[in-house]
């Protein structure tokens, strides 16, 4: 082995772990030997054409988004970095009377899939038939729980309206499947079902038989779940869960998440439901949390934001939601499954909105109609930070997943201590990550790290990174290559900054890295290297160190022999994408949200112009729907252009502070005794807003954005409820788009019950110093246009 040139202390040393050679044909999973693009399940990853294949899966409920805003939300889905989709498939919605059932309008499963894969994504089909979700009943139709049938079980009488439903749902899969060529690779039974498995295996029995075919089955796992082999166990992770205590400041589970760990399950997800439910009390001490050697860790529900519930209202940030995300990474995940992905609204039956709630005997009162989930992509398509920051993690895993799902963890700091550096190695032996952060919640932040250096044992070389001690500051979560190829002769030995992504252009290949504000660039080159434009050498040890001339951004190249490197700033890094535009993949830096769908480029502005590079540089882009004018390109080798949109914003009102007359006093309810949410809104302040008709028309989307204190608020038009809100610190978003005439004529009213602190209703510490009463410090019309770009190379 060779010697470390820059000793470090002992607890900065950690020796990465080989992994074994992988368990095959022991789970009875993945397609038959010789299907096209077969998917195997081994015990250390998924397979796809027999290379490790790290999928990226976000929920999406397609029956909770209007169908023709379905294309939107997928395409950034898929801009976001996304392969695969998952969707419930709520029972109430398509079998709202016994064996009367509905697929039309947004309820067509089969045309969102059809959808999805014209997108370039794979779809999860959860089928419950318990899904939860927040839904009435879990998903179940009034029906079925007023039969009084032994459900989730197996009970005869049960599993044969289980048949039925399954039965609706396989026809319209038909031709879709991956064994058929389809987009649709797997499908999980039931959810959160914790003591059940011989029915779990008997609902992928009874969906085998009637003709369902994927490679992946699956059930989740946490809780101490019991599930049968038969079934793929995937696992969560929330940094926060409305479902606590009104008492609970922060639970538990949520600081465990951000820390490295092997340990895959959570006792705590579900636990309100698993008590209040099923009477189901998990002492930590019975359940062994351990990893099975013969499973791959696989997640289905990474928290993508965090709902609220009325008596406890969480406020997950944008950095909590990629921490927490890159931590798994760390920590052996070789699927990261987001819940939720993209948000929307609850569903309207015969009994009203079907939302949880005391009155049907759940634990949790949450919004009637909102089920924004503060998710990557709001209820009305709202593209907020976590979609920016998890899309860098995701066109890494697309660059160099494969590699990274082979690779073994090894953790070399997990304990609550907040000094102590935490850190994991994922390795092959040979090359690796290396993951360090200093990040946690505001309301227990970690230490930053001076000087700091790390020492990884690799097979063959010990690689110390950085190569002089470095500060590390608080708040940062990143994941720096170790031995990663270049080109076949060049070696990245280590870097502080991280992959994103590589592409090709007409000069060659570019990789591009991140750095991380705060944290000095840094590379090291096996061997000796001529290093040349934005970057400076010096000898390392037998290695090359390059040091950037100037600034990160989108004109750093590093020139190396055969490979140029870009190192762009952290919020260069937050514009950029990879999609494919005319015909072939493109850098896009675009200061409004993009996505890529058949070959041209589709924005989505609330500002009234945008700018808009791509590298390899097409040679013109133009649209049919707006002005489009060449720009000062931000940096040699890119193309640039400003596109002017017709968004922007409007302000409505500013400065109120309505008066409730008579609010209700609080209540509580539900099994476990919780604060109720008010239903009576005739003492509540009421505030009419007149909306010029021109701020709803001529434009993709409008919406209202509410800033406002207070407890509930909900919006309506004429008389019927369009939104409502649990105030929880951030802005409360309507789309207007639907009811554009209406509003026209009549404008909205909100109706605004009064923040009282004695209620006991959590709301996080940084916005809990508010007044009592109701404030409204500003209302806007938001205009979101969309702009479909063309791209257009030279004629040859």
Not at 88 to 95: D, I, K, P, S, T
Not at 261 to 283: F, H, K
Not at 671 to 696: H, Y
Request: with cysteine; proline share 7%.
């Amino acid at each position: 082995m060779n010697t470390d040139v820059h000793p470090v202390p002992a607890a900065q040393r950690l020796r990465a772990k080989v992994p074994p050679p992988p368990r095959r044909g022991h789970l009875p999973l993945g397609d038959p030997e010789g299907t096209a693009d077969r998917i195997e399940i081994t015990s250390g990853s998924i397979e796809r054409a027999g290379k490790p294949w790290f999928p990226i899966t976000g929920e999406i409920h397609y029956s909770r988004l209007p169908r023709d805003r379905w294309s939107e939300v997928l395409g950034h889905a898929r801009a976001g970095g996304l392969d695969t989709v998952a969707t419930y498939l709520l029972w109430q919605a398509h079998e709202p009377q016994p064996g009367q059932f509905r697929w039309d309008d947004n309820l067509d499963l089969r045309a969102f899939i059809e959808l999805a894969a014209r997108h370039g994504l794979d779809v999860i089909v959860r089928m419950g038939p318990w899904a939860h979700g927040e839904a009435r009943y879990g998903g179940f139709p009034d029906w079925l729980v007023e039969r009084g049938v032994a459900t989730r079980t197996n009970d005869t009488d049960y599993l044969e309206l289980v048949r039925r439903f399954y039965g609706q749902i396989i026809g319209r899969l038909d031709g879709l499947t991956h064994v058929e060529g389809g987009p649709v690779v797997g499908a999980q039974m039931d959810n959160e079902l914790y003591d059940q498995p011989q029915h779990l295996a008997m609902l992928r029995t009874i969906a085998e038989d009637l003709g369902l075919r994927v490679p992946i089955w699956t059930a989740t796992g946490w809780g101490g779940a019991q599930v049968p082999e038969s079934l793929l166990p995937l696992y969560s992770a929330y940094a926060d869960g409305f479902w606590e205590d009104s008492a609970t400041e922060w639970p538990d589970f949520a600081a465990f998440h951000f820390r490295y760990s092997e340990v895959r399950d959570d006792l705590t997800v579900g636990a309100d439901l698993r008590e209040a439910l099923d009477g189901i009390v998990l002492d930590p001490s019975a359940v062994r949390l351990k990893d099975d050697a013969a499973l791959p860790f696989a997640t289905c529900e990474l928290g993508g934001g965090m709902h609220a519930a009325y008596h406890r209202r969480p406020l997950v940030t944008s950095e909590d939601v990629a921490a927490l995300a890159l931590a798994k990474i760390g920590s052996g995940s070789i699927w990261q499954g987001y819940y939720m992905y993209a948000g929307g609204t609850q569903r309207r039956g015969a009994h009203g909105t079907e939302q949880e709630s005391h009155a049907t005997g759940y634990p949790n009162d949450v919004p009637t109609l909102s089920y924004d989930f503060h998710a990557p992509v709001g209820e009305h398509g709202q593209v907020r930070r976590h979609h920016h920051l998890l899309r860098r993690q995701h066109l890494w895993l697309a660059t160099d997943g494969s590699e990274l799902a082979a690779m073994r963890t090894t953790v070399g700091g997990g304990s609550e201590d907040p000094s102590e550096l935490r850190w994991s190695v994922r390795s092959d032996g040979h090359r690796g990550y290396l993951f360090l952060t200093t990040y946690q919640s505001a309301r227990r932040p970690l230490d930053a790290q001076p000087g700091l250096q790390v020492a990884v044992e690799l097979d063959d070389a010990v690689v110390t990174v950085p190569s002089r001690p470095t500060d590390v500051p608080v708040g940062v979560s990143v994941a720096w290559p170790l031995r990663y190829p270049l080109t076949d002769g060049l070696v990245l030995r280590s870097a502080t900054a991280q992959l994103v992504t590589r592409i090709a252009d007409d000069a060659g290949e570019i990789v591009v890295l991140s750095a991380t504000e705060g944290v000095p660039v840094e590379l090291v080159l096996e061997g000796d290297v001529d290093v040349r434009g934005a970057g400076t050498a010096r000898p390392d040890g037998g290695h090359t160190a390059v040091d950037l001339v100037g600034a990160p951004g989108p004109g750093a190249f590093v020139e190396l022999p055969g490979v140029r490197v870009l190192v762009v700033d952290e919020e260069t890094a937050n514009h950029l994408y990879r999609l494919e535009i005319a015909g072939r993949d493109r850098l896009v830096l675009a200061d409004a949200p993009v996505y890529g769908f058949d070959g041209g480029l589709v924005a989505h502005p609330d500002t009234e112009s945008v700018t808009v590079s791509l590298l390899p540089a097409p040679a013109s882009l133009t649209s049919e729907h707006a002005e489009v004018v060449v720009a000062t390109a931000v940096a040699t080798p890119w193309g640039t252009w400003t596109v002017r949109t017709g968004a922007g914003r409007r302000t409505l009102a500013s400065g109120l502070r309505p008066h409730a007359a008579a609010p209700p006093e609080p209540a509580r309810g539900g099994p476990m005794d919780r604060l109720s949410a008010p239903r009576d809104f005739s003492g509540a302040a009421r505030v009419q807003l007149d909306v010029p008709g021109e701020l709803v028309a001529d434009v993709d989307r409008a919406l209202m954005r509410v800033t406002w204190t207070g407890d509930v608020g909900r919006a309506l038009v004429g008389h019927e409820v369009v939104s409502d809100h649990f105030w929880h610190g951030r802005a409360w978003d309507l789309d207007l788009t639907p009811w554009r005439e209406r509003v026209a004529r009549d404008g909205v009213t909100l109706e605004l019950l009064p923040w009282r602190s004695d209620t006991g209703v959590w709301v996080d510490p940084s916005v809990r110093d508010v007044p009592e009463g109701i404030t409204v410090p500003s209302v806007e019309i938001v205009r979101v246009a969309k702009v479909v770009l063309v791209a257009e190379e030279a004629n040859p």
